[in-house]
Every structure is written in structure tokens, then in C-alpha cells.
């Protein structure tokens, strides 16, 4: 049995969501504050029996996008797969088709709702001829938590992540229709379990949190694995064994008891007693060791001593060890625990979050690569990018935060076999943090990967990483094997795609028989460019979360002729060491037509490698260096999301860079422009209509 999904409406940051998961190991990607915390806390009140049976919610926990929360449920729902036969899997079998047999999907949740008392007044209301919202606001200003009630069923068919079927069952606020309580609609919100069967009994389910105290843990006598796996095994010890080892521990006890130094310790308390109370109410009092003498107690004594692989010959206490090691030690415990122990429970499940906290990245990757698919259910949350490369992204659930809410994605949705099989090949460390980013750039070489994030960091005076746009070098022009899980069915985030079209920098004869070698290879990129912009744009069609955006010849040939012939030219002194050769290439990079400039650049980056030239020209961008257009749009298509102060930090960075600039034009109306006082929207304003012609002007006026 394992758990196949959970639906959460209305719980803190989570308004209305459903997640997937699979049997075996689970990720759950996301950032800072998108939830994952919240969704591990939605799963222990199911399933944690170290969590109160019954909890108490508060207004506090109604998500903040209801506006007001009076009326509303707070629904946590866990769905499962693989019932086993067992009375107690069955227990929580769905029986939608009404026969009772044998059933492999289960369900369990929690409701907070109102009492029958409340929902039946709202039901009546709903009735009445010339309802209206006003009147039923004040209904619900009467509501109080008091008047809520928590209640746990199991068979449940219902899905409230969907907005139709919560609106039917618990009601529609804007239309005023609240369903009748007496009608129970047990097929719907399940029924109670027999009284005889308690869900934490039949199910496991540990918790390790990020900074958790593993040490206090492996001393618990409840908590401890270790002591879990020995429990028991006393009563396989062979009986002459046992007597052996009993027999040796009695007569230790007796041996440290008659030890002199002891004798005379117990003589002196006792003379201390005596010279204090007197003889008549002194107690008598004696001292002998009790090295416990029965088998469990001695295994109970056991402790694990460790020692790092790179100290061979030494072992010390678990205290002694970083806490990614006790991490790990405890880790494989849990694991062992629930394969060789926790063997009569129908499930046990694994929590952990962010593993990373205190995990090398290396060990991240191998374990989690190891981890055994066996009864354990284990889910992740990470946003670690080591752990997101090794984790299927079939079993990959994605957090990203919304306006008051979280919003989940699940990136292999829909997608065939050979599709995954692809995207999860691309997907290494590097790479995989597209999948943490609010808007992703992918292109396809190191010049831009280069080259885009400084251009927009020094022109803007922000960085693609502040805005939370990752820029990802496919290496190739394979985009489609990456581009793929951003869809409205997957990855609801604004993917920009950067390519050449490649087109012939120099003229080419009309008949391609007459073509030179460099005309030849020309012609051929230019062919491979037109059949990629054909290929990409029928790949992006239809879908809103895909845009392309071409390079008119190459990148280094589009940003040259933007005008931007001084960052090259200011590199030739680390390119050449003599000045002719310096001379010439600075004729050629200046000139104004781009078949002799743009083979000059093409020939430069030849000779010294793209990356290597790109590196050299980072150096010399600065906030006047032009963006590209199709560069500017693409950025824009990626950052849709980017708020307001970061538009007014990019504003004020900017007049700051034309008022250090003696040489630039715009300088007076810079200094002139005041921003005290106003308010961002103000500054936006004036800004634009100030300065019509500068990049960030027409970057914003693309988002």
C-alpha cells in the first residue's frame, strides 16, 4: 500500500491543490516558502502518531486567499493504491461500486468544518427565497472556531481540490447554495473506521526535519531505531547463552559491590546518616551495582559506536560525528527498521525534509540514487538541485509560490515514456534548477550563457537569478527534450527559447554550384536555421508557456552590429600582441557592414573559442551596451512575473549610471529627475515617459 496522491483545499498556503505521488522514493521540489513544510504537516496530521489524535486548527490556518474563512472547510485528503486484502487495508478501501470485494484503493481524511447545528442553518438560508451574499455575511459573522469540529473518515471518493465538487458538497459562497447535512453522502466524505482499527497502529509514518536533534533521537528509548531493531531479539538468544551471560553479570555485581573503595563510601553515609538522625530513625543503607541481569535490559544497554572513514581504528560515540553523518546513520536505521521490524504494519512512510541541510552533496546524489524501492513509501522535499537531478520527474511534485497560495506542477504530466526518458537525461545538476526558477531562458551555447546574465546585470543593474529566471545552455539545439515539461498540463512557467536562424552573413551566389568553402558552410547553416525556426515554431504552437526567439545570423554577429563594436575592440589587447594585427581587427569590427564586421567576430571567436571570447568581452559590458532585441524579448517573455520594486531598483540604477556618465547625453535629465516622495507607480510613470528611447523603457513595456 502506498500513498497515490493528496488533495489539501483551504490548509495555510495551499488554497486548492493535488499532488502525486508513486510507490517507493517521492521529490517535492520547491522554493523558499512555497509550502513544503505546510504539505509535510498536512500528511503527519494523517498519518504521525506523534502529533495530537485530534488538531486543533485556528482561524490561522484557513488559506488567506478565501478573504474570509468563517463557513469554509479545511480539508486534508490522503488517496491509496495497492490495498492489500488485509481487514485493516480494507478498512479504508473505497467502496464506490457498493460490493464488498476486495478493493485497492483507499482513502483518509481530515475535515474541519462546522457543526451539523451551523451547516444546517446555512443549508435552511440557502432555501429561502431572496437570499443574498450581504445577509449570509451575516451568518457567518456568528461563526466561531467553537462552533468547528474535526473530524477523521475513511473511504471517501471525493477529490474537494476541484473546485465543482467542493462548491456541491460544502457549498458555493456567490451563489448561496449550501447542501443539506442530513443527507451524509458517506460515498462522498467517507465513514467513520471500525472502532477496532486505529490508523497510526497500522501504519508508520517517521518525520525527520531538517535540523533534526538525531542524537537526542538515538539515546530515546521510543524513538530509537536501533533499540526498535533489537527489540525481541532476546528471546532468540540461546537459553544456555542467556544463563551464561547472566550468571557472569551477577557475579560482576557482587565483585564491584565488595570492592573496598565501595565498603568505605557506604560506611561513611552511613555514619552521616546515623551522626544526623540518630540510630533510632537512621535507614539502613548499603550500595551494589545493578548492571542490569536480564536479557532485553542488556540489549537496551547496547550503543552504537561510530568512527569516519578517514580515521580508520577509531569509533566513538554518534555525539561525536558532523551532523550530516548522524543524519545518515540515522537515515539507514529508519530504512532498516521498516524492512526488518516494522513488518506487521499494512504501510510505512518517510518524511524528510531537506535532506541537504546537513548532507554532502555527493552522499546526497548516491543515496538517493540507492534508496531501495521496498514496503517503505519515502517522500522528499528539496531544493537542493543534486537531489532534483537524480529524482524521477515521474515522481517529481513542483511547489511554486502564487498570490496567497501555493501552486503545484507535476512535470511528467502527459508526457510519453521516451519523453521522460529524455527530459530526465538532460536534467543534471546544473540544468535541474530550471525546475526551481519563476521563468526559464534556455540556450544553446556558452557565449550566452556567458554573456545574457551580465549584459542584463550591468544594463539593468539586476541579475537573472534576483528575478528568479534561470538561464539554462542546452549545449545543442535540441530544445524540444527540455522545453517540453513547460505546458499547461505540466510546468506552468514562461519558457523563452534563444536560437540563431543563422542566416548567410556574406552574399551567396544565386547558383549554390558557384559557392566558395565559406559560402558553402553558409548556406548550410542558413538551411539548418530556417528548418529549426520551422520545427521550433510547430513544436511552441498552441502552447502559451513556449516562445522562440531568433537570432537574425548568430549571437555574436546579432550583438556586434547592435552597436556594440567597443566591448570587442577593447578586448583585442588580450587577443593580439601586435599592434598591426590589433589595427586591423578593429577596422573590420567597426565597420558598419556585417559582412565584413560580422565574419571578422565569427573569425575572432574561431580562433579564440566562443566561450572563451565571451568571457573576455563580460568585462568590458557596461550599462550603456545595447541589448539585443530579440535578447530583450525573450527575457521579457521570461519574466512576466517580475514585480514593481524591482522594476524601480532597474530604474533608479539606471538614472544613477546616466548621472555618473559625463559623456552621456541624457546626464541633465537625469540629475533632474527626482524620486523622493513619489510612490513606485509614480516613478515608473515619469521614467517612461521621461526617457522613451532607453532599453529598460522598452524592457518594461515588453513584460
Not at 7 to 29: E, M, Y
Not at 45 to 68: E, K, V
Not at 330 to 336: D, M, P
Not at 339 to 354: G, M, P, Q, S
Request: net charge negative; hydrophobic share 35%; proline share 2%.
Amino acid at each position: 500500500m502506498h500513498i497515490s496522491s493528496l488533495s489539501i483545499r483551504n490548509f495555510r498556503n495551499f488554497k486548492n491543490v493535488k499532488l502525486n505521488f508513486k510507490n517507493g522514493i517521492n521529490t517535492i521540489i520547491g522554493e523558499n516558502g512555497s509550502g513544503k513544510t505546510n504539505l509535510f504537516y498536512a500528511l503527519r496530521i494523517l498519518l504521525d502518531d506523534t502529533l495530537p489524535r485530534y488538531i486543533n486548527f485556528y482561524s490561522s490556518d484557513f488559506n488567506r486567499a478565501l478573504g474570509s474563512w468563517a463557513g469554509h472547510w479545511i480539508i486534508i485528503s490522503i488517496a491509496f493504491d495497492e490495498l492489500e486484502a488485509s481487514e485493516e487495508a480494507q478498512a479504508l478501501a473505497v467502496q464506490s461500486s457498493g460490493h464488498m470485494d476486495t478493493e485497492t484503493k483507499g482513502s483518509y481524511a481530515v475535515y474541519f468544518r462546522p457543526k451539523y447545528q451551523f451547516r444546517k442553518e446555512l443549508f435552511d438560508y440557502s432555501q429561502t427565497a431572496g437570499k443574498n451574499t450581504t445577509d449570509l455575511q451575516l451568518i457567518l459573522d456568528k461563526l466561531t472556531l467553537e462552533d468547528y469540529e474535526t473530524v477523521y473518515l475513511s473511504r471517501g471518493s471525493a477529490d474537494f481540490s476541484v473546485d465543482a465538487t467542493y462548491n456541491q458538497y460544502v457549498g458555493n459562497f456567490e451563489k448561496v447554495e449550501f447542501p443539506d447535512p442530513d443527507n451524509k453522502e458517506e460515498l462522498i466524505f467517507g465513514t467513520w473506521l471500525p472502532k477496532e482499527i486505529n490508523i497510526h497502529n497500522e501504519v508508520s509514518c517517521t518525520f525527520i526535519k531538517a535540523l533534526r536533534d538525531v542524537e537526542s533521537d538515538l539515546r530515546s528509548y521510543a524513538n530509537n531505531p536501533l533499540l526498535n531493531l533489537l527489540r525481541g531479539k532476546e528471546k532468540t538468544v540461546e537459553v544456555a547463552k542467556q544463563t551464561e551471560i547472566i550468571e557472569s553479570i551477577d557475579k560482576l555485581n557482587e565483585q564491584i559491590s565488595s570492592l573496598d573503595e565501595v565498603k568505605e563510601i557506604k560506611r561513611g553515609i552511613d555514619k552521616s546518616i546515623k551522626e544526623a538522625v540518630g540510630t533510632t530513625y537512621a535507614p539502613n543503607i548499603d550500595i551494589k551495582s545493578e548492571l542490569p541481569n536480564e536479557m532485553e535490559k542488556l540489549f537496551q544497554s547496547l550503543k552504537l559506536w561510530v568512527g569516519d572513514p578517514d580515521d580508520e581504528g577509531y569509533k566513538g560515540r554518534i555525539w561525536e560525528l558532523s551532523l550530516g553523518g548522524a543524519n545518515l546513520i540515522y537515515l539507514s536505521l529508519k530504512l532498516l527498521e521498516y524492512e526488518k521490524v516494522k513488518t506487521d504494519r499494512i504501510a510505512n512512510f518517510l518524511l524528510i525534509e531537506e535532506p541537504e541541510a546537513h548532507i554532502h552533496t555527493h552522499i546526497q546524489k548516491t543515496l538517493f540514487n540507492n534508496l531501495k524501492e521496498n514496503k517503505t513509501q519515502v517522500i522528499i522535499s528539496t531544493h537542493s538541485t543534486h537531489i532534483s537531478s537524480v529524482s524521477k520527474i515521474s515522481s517529481v511534485n513542483i511547489l511554486s509560490r502564487g498570490e496567497r497560495q501555493a501552486l503545484v506542477f507535476h512535470p511528467s504530466n502527459n508526457l510519453e515514456p521516451d519523453e521522460i526518458v529524455r527530459v530526465e537525461r538532460y536534467l543534471d545538476a546544473v540544468r535541474s534548477n530550471l525546475l526551481f526558477a519563476k521563468g526559464i531562458i534556455l540556450v544553446e551555447g556558452d557565449a550566452e550563457q556567458i554573456l545574457i546574465p551580465e549584459m542584463f546585470k550591468k544594463v539593468f543593474g539586476l541579475s537573472l537569478d534576483e528575478i528568479g529566471i534561470s538561464l539554462i545552455n542546452i549545449g545543442s539545439t535540441g530544445f524540444e527534450n527540455v522545453a517540453s515539461i513547460f505546458h499547461f498540463d505540466r510546468i506552468q512557467k514562461n519558457c523563452a527559447i534563444l536560437t540563431d536562424l543563422d542566416k548567410s552573413i556574406v552574399t551567396l551566389p544565386a547558383n549554390p554550384i558557384d559557392d566558395d568553402d565559406y559560402q558553402k558552410h553558409c548556406r548550410a547553416s542558413e538551411k539548418s536555421g530556417a528548418e529549426r525556426k520551422v520545427r521550433l515554431t510547430d513544436f511552441c504552437n498552441g502552447n502559451d508557456f513556449l516562445k522562440p526567439f531568433y537570432a537574425k545570423n548568430t549571437f555574436e554577429v546579432d550583438f556586434l552590429m547592435k552597436g556594440n563594436s567597443y566591448e570587442f575592440v577593447q578586448c583585442l589587447e588580450k587577443i593580439y600582441s601586435r599592434e598591426a594585427d590589433r589595427t586591423k581587427a578593429k577596422v573590420k569590427l567597426e565597420d558598419a557592414s556585417v559582412e565584413i564586421a560580422g565574419v571578422e567576430v565569427l573569425r575572432i571567436a574561431d580562433k579564440q573559442g566562443k566561450g572563451w571570447l565571451a568571457l573576455l568581452v563580460a568585462e568590458q559590458i557596461f550599462y550603456n551596451t545595447y541589448i539585443p532585441s530579440y535578447i530583450l524579448k525573450a527575457i521579457a517573455f521570461a519574466s512576466a512575473h517580475i514585480n514593481q520594486s524591482s522594476k524601480v531598483k532597474a530604474i533608479i540604477y539606471r538614472l544613477n549610471s546616466i548621472r555618473n556618465n559625463e559623456n552621456d547625453d541624457l546626464q541633465d535629465e537625469a540629475k533632474k529627475f527626482k524620486t523622493r516622495g513619489k510612490s513606485e507607480e509614480e516613478i515608473l510613470k515619469t521614467f517612461c515617459d521621461t526617457f522613451t528611447e532607453d532599453q529598460l523603457t522598452k524592457f518594461l513595456a515588453l513584460i
